[in-house]
């Protein structure tokens, strides 16, 4: 009895670290998404530009988590509810003689690998057309490595972040470390940038529709992964968060769609693309602790808010290139307080939501948790950009961004047509 009760833990165990592995595949391919989704909406001069930030990502912040991010994140603690000790080279997973290794905990650092490299790429739609590749780069590692670290320590390290576990925030995958955070630094840096040349409402088209709609697929197929991924197991709780990711994104379309109609006459592609996106990016923290059918209500809210809120950059005067602020953070925020009002969350047994427990305790600390990651991103961002711009120079020269970032910065054209 006590070998079949083993090997079934350990059948189990391989399930689901081989769903781990799975899920980590699918969340990577989500930074190419990102890739797409943004090449498409920029100029045709800047898509190479605006791709390399989303590759440089992939491949910086991947070398840092191994080196010790993943210790900082994950580690046991270096500074309790706050940060963790690193852990060079992923040492410890790798067993006391470094060659037994741990399945399921190498499974588990690579699927949060993938969420730290997908942060990073997301902040570089803000300053899209204007960057430096070498000073994003900078920006990234050390963003990195004092802001996404810490914050995933907080949120998804259950046994000590002080989110996590002192105010039972609930972040299933990534509402506050991922989209709030990513998007307080896309603010961060678009004020420490300014505005491109010729700012305001329609001053450029995206230069290739099908493109962005390649990266919007691919965002959605991946983020399967990103969220029913985050259970680390085979469950009913996995099942539940993979058919809210179906539900919210596809009603945040159909809300977008809507607004873009009565706003502006013509529902859009872009449009649907960006509902999609906005209703993905609500449904991460909640993905986990809504019915399908509240999921399906946050969708339309987040839609329909985020279709608006994208045309605030005009009347507060910043240029957040591709709608950063108001897609992420708009849609982060959404999403992390939308669960203190209709998740069936629970603390101690008791349920704490103000539909299922009649309280406002678990809006409370949704609140904490998210502006307190939001302020925290905004500040250390708006820091790192501008000693980063006062030094090595982060914008490129106004003629620069005229000629096209492409060929200046790479040396490369996007779109070479040549007579036969």
Known sequence: MLLHTAAAYDAQTSVNSLWLLVAAALVLLMTPGVAFFYGGMVKAKSVISMMM??????????????????????????????????????????????????????????????????????????????????????????????????????????????????????????????HINAGAAGLALALVLGKRVGFQKGMSKPHNVPLTLLGAALLWFGWFGFN????????GVAAIAWINTLAAPAAATIGWLIVERIKDGKPTSIGAASGAVAGLVAITPACNILTPGWAIVLGVITGAVCAVAIDLKFKLGFDDSLDVVGIHLIGGLIGTLYIGFFGFTKVDGKFTSLLYGGSFQQ????????????????????????VIQKTMGFRVKTEDEIAGVDTIVHGEEGYVLENA
């Open 363 to 386: 809006l409370g600390a949704q609140a904490v948790g998210a502006f307190g990651v939001m302020i925290y991103s905004f500040v250390l961002a708006y820091v790192i950009g501008w």
């Open 53 to 178: 930030m989303s590759f440089g990502a992939i491949a910086l912040v991947a070398v840092l988590w191994v080196l010790y991010g993943y210790g900082l994140s994950f580690g046991k603690p270096l500074i309790p509810h706050w940060l963790g000790i690193p852990d060079w080279g992923l040492s410890s997973l790798l067993g006391k003689d470094g060659m037994t290794p741990d399945l399921n905990g190498l499974a588990f650092a690579g699927f949060q690998a993938t969420f730290a490299i997908i942060t990073v790429a997301l902040i570089s739609g803000a300053i899209a057309d204007r960057a430096r590749f070498g000073a994003w780069m900078v920006f990234a590692g050390v963003w990195a490595t004092v802001v996404y670290f810490p914050v995933a320590y907080w949120v998804f390290n259950l046994g000590d972040g002080w989110s996590a576990s002192l105010l039972h925030v609930n972040d299933f995958a990534g509402g506050t470390a991922v």
């Open 228 to 235: 029913a991924g985050s259970e680390a197991a085979v469950d």
